[in-house]
């Protein structure tokens, strides 16, 4: 992949993809992050590509104007943890601490601090999940990896390595439990088939509200930026 601008105020930062399965360029905006991918296919050139993200720079624009702003959190704001509203405060120790309906950040970098007290709750529920999901199936899973993926909540290898966002601990815990029955179900069915649904049904029960849930709610999660 390449990276290009579109030159202006600001300018646009453009991801070019090629893809041999591509037939056409075409032209993606996440509804994640924001970020835009020209995808074109092998042997078109570069510059074509450009040339057709100019044409179109004005329906770029609005739509990344249109994006929710970007929450950067801080001392006096609010986040969510496993769906509930947490005001942020200033705590007087070294460590991070959820009580009631208040989290307590220290006041030095606080953004940082709490993204890394978050990947660790989320490492616990997700683990535990996984655990008891995999027992319920019969099934053992490799290593559990937390990251901050752009388009998926979750993976799993054909080793049995299950990948997550950490982010979704910021959604209610059902939601985080869907997504690690879902993954655990790809240990018995490394597809959507369903056979693989019908895993899903027993280990978590019905699904249809919770992944309704994450694409209605989801880019909402991205909004919360902790490089701060």
Known sequence: ?????LPGTPPVALVLRRSA??????????GLDGR???TLPRGVPEREALDFARAREDWIRRHLSD???????????????????RRIVAASGRRVELRGDEIRVPGDAPARRLRAWLRELARDRLSEACRSYAQ???????RITLRDPRSRWGSCSSGGALMFSWRLVLAP?????????????????????????AHVERLYGPHADARRWL??????????????
């Not at 399965?21 to 996440?30: D, E, G, K, N, V």
């Open 173 to 197: 815990p059902r939601i985080l439990r869907y997504v690690a029955a879902h993954e655990v179900a790809h240990l018995a069915e490394m597809n959507h088939s369903p056979a693989f649904w």
């Open 136 to 142: 319920a199936l019969g099934r053992d899973h490799a």
């Open 215 to 228: 694409r209605e709610n989801g880019p909402e999660l991205h909004r919360y930026r902790f490089d701060g």
């Open 1 to 5: 992949m390449a990276e290009h601008r």
């Open 67 to 85: 994006r929710p702003t970007e929450i950067r959190p801080r001392i006096g704001g609010e986040i969510p943890v496993e769906g509930a509203r």
């Open 21 to 30: 399965r591509a037939r056409r360029i075409s032209l993606r905006i996440s």
């Open 36 to 38: 835009v991918t020209l």
